[in-house]
């Protein structure tokens, strides 16, 4: 069975800049994918949406580089596991909270 357009929320991040490595891209722009992630999730609150679709693009050692996240409904711990220790980490208290808010949001529905 495959899903519907409908059922698949998605999000184009791309980022400019030149980067030397993959390590230099993600050390920079960490906050800005997490933030994206986060934004991303909170498209579960309507019940239609089953996945979930981050394609980030960005220009790597001088080379045109893509990649897709991809996030099932059944995944929100990420947002506590991965994304909120980040978040924690720099003190940003008010993206925890909000990680937070929507998680227990997650479970509730």
């Not at 986060?38 to 239609?48: A, D, G």
């Not at 394609?55 to 059944?74: Q, V």
């Amino acid at each position: 069975m495959s899903l519907t357009n409908t059922a698949v929320a998605t999000k184009r991040l791309s980022i400019k800049g030149k980067y030397n490595d993959f390590s230099d891209f993600y050390d920079v722009n960490k906050v800005v994918i997490y933030k994206n992630i986060l934004n991303l999730f909170s498209q579960f609150k309507k019940k239609e949406k089953n996945e979930l679709v981050l394609t980030i693009s960005a220009k790597i050692k001088g080379l045109d580089w893509e990649t897709d996240l991809n996030f099932k409904r059944k995944e929100m711990n990420v947002l506590v596991r991965d994304i909120m220790p980040y978040f924690e980490q720099i003190e940003d208290y008010e993206t925890c909270d909000k990680i937070c808010k929507l998680y227990k949001t997650l479970q509730e529905s």
